[in-house]
């Protein structure tokens, strides 16, 4: 059982970062796989995201890929997600993920077992 909570979203303007974090709890947070998802109002949820056990191999959506950064301090159980240069379009709940599986191409819901509630970013124009 792993329990995810997000924290560092907020009110941001175009242009500018925010760096979020996710805080796992479990003694084996170093055996899950990481990553972001986000869902804007009346989207169906997106990935954004995923990292493997070590850090080693990341992924991206093609709509952050260069903006977003994701990468894990696993003796501190904690995953980031640092934004730069964001838009108003990254407007959303981004939630936390974890899974025993880590697949370049694992972009779907489904794929990840254990979820944060969430928190919220917006962007501003």
């Known amino acids: 059982q792993v329990q995810l909570v997000e924290s560092g979203g907020g009110l941001v303007q175009a242009g500018g970062s925010l760096r979020l974090s996710c805080a796992a709890s479990?003694?084996?947070?170093?055996?899950?796989?990481m990553g972001w998802f986000r869902q804007a109002p009346g989207k169906e949820r997106e990935f954004v995201a995923a990292?493997?056990?070590?850090?080693?191999?990341?992924n991206y959506a093609a709509s952050v890929k260069g903006r977003f950064t994701i990468s894990r301090d696993n003796a501190k159980n904690t995953v980031y997600l640092q934004m730069n240069s964001l838009k108003p379009e990254d407007t959303a709940v981004y939630h936390c993920?974890?899974?025993?599986?880590?697949?370049?191409?694992?972009?779907?819901?489904?794929?990840?077992?254990?979820w944060g509630q969430g928190t919220q970013v917006t962007v501003s124009s």
């Open positions: 993920v974890a899974d025993p599986v880590f697949r370049v191409g694992r972009m779907n819901p489904h794929d990840y077992t254990y």
């Open positions: 479990g003694r084996t947070f170093s055996s899950y796989a």
């Open positions: 990292l493997s056990w070590s850090g080693g191999i990341m």
